[in-house]
T-cell receptor, first 112, second 116 residues
Framework: QKEVEQNSGPLSVPEGAIASLNCTYS??????FFWYRQYSGKSPELIMF????GDKEDGRFTAQLNKASQYVSLLIRDSQPSDSATYLC????????????FGSGTKLNVKP | EAGVVQSPRYKIIEKKQPVAFWCNPI?????LYWYLQNLGQGPELLIR????????DSQLPKDRFSAERLKGVDSTLKIQPAELGDSAVYLC??????????????FGPGTRLTVL
């Protein structure tokens, strides 16, 4: 079992819609959760992080964390074609705060 | 503030040749990571440094890979000899480190290695 699981997609949404990206993790004691955006041929770019249960909003992005169910999600409101990318979920280990486990990413396509 | 710097950006070598990658982390970042990323996969950790100490190198193929972070700033990752399967993107990342938060990682542009 992988530490972090993501649906590879592609997830296709029309422009202006809400895109919902999900991630599950296996280590119940994980502490920190991150979303990275990766455009084709580029390196990952940090867009959100969340440490506590609940929602965290930053502009059009909302990260949601549910530790009891061991999932973290990313909502992108008013999706734009420029949001088309692969979104990587990363989780920080309980036993080692600075060790990250990355999912394989979900490819998002926003259609004009 | 400058981000993580990596060089070269691209490298093409023949198998059995040596290759080296260089990384300069964000100023003040104590933790430095080297990752390998294959197409369609997430980054996989090769080695993590806390200052100049390699604290996690369990996934580093030590028969052919080596790394160093002299003086706890710049780092070099070396492969000798390279194999066809080493073709991938090699990413360097850094973070402030510590156990009280601030462990967000920031990535460099990566080095795309092609082994022929």
């Amino acid at each position: 079992q992988k530490e972090v699981e993501q649906n590879s997609g592609p997830l296709s949404v029309p422009e202006g819609a809400i895109a919902s990206l999900n991630c599950t993790y296996s280590d119940r004691g994980s502490q920190s959760f991150f979303w990275y955006r990766q455009y084709s041929g580029k390196s990952p770019e940090l867009i959100m992080f969340i440490y506590s249960n609940g929602d965290k909003e930053d502009g059009r992005f909302t990260a949601q964390l549910n530790k009891a169910s061991q999932y973290v999600s990313l909502l992108i409101r008013d999706s734009q074609p420029s949001d088309s990318a692969t979104y990587l979920c990363a989780v920080s280990s309980l036993y080692n705060f600075n060790k990250f486990y990355f999912g394989s990413g979900t490819k998002l396509n926003v259609k004009p | 503030e400058a981000g993580v710097v990596q060089s070269p950006r691209y490298k093409i070598i023949e198998k059995k040749q040596p290759v080296a990658f260089w990384c300069n982390p964000i100023s003040g970042h104590n933790t430095l990571y080297w990752y390998l990323q294959n197409l369609g996969q997430g980054p996989e950790l090769l080695i993590r440094y806390e200052n100049e100490e390699a604290v996690d190198d369990s996934q580093l193929p030590k028969d052919r890979f080596s790394a160093e972070r002299l003086k706890g700033v710049d780092s070099t990752l070396k492969i000798q000899p390279a194999e066809l399967g080493d073709s991938a993107v090699y990413l360097c990342a850094s973070s402030l480190g510590g156990q009280d938060g601030n462990n967000e990682q920031f990535f460099g542009p990566g080095t795309r290695l092609t082994v022929l």
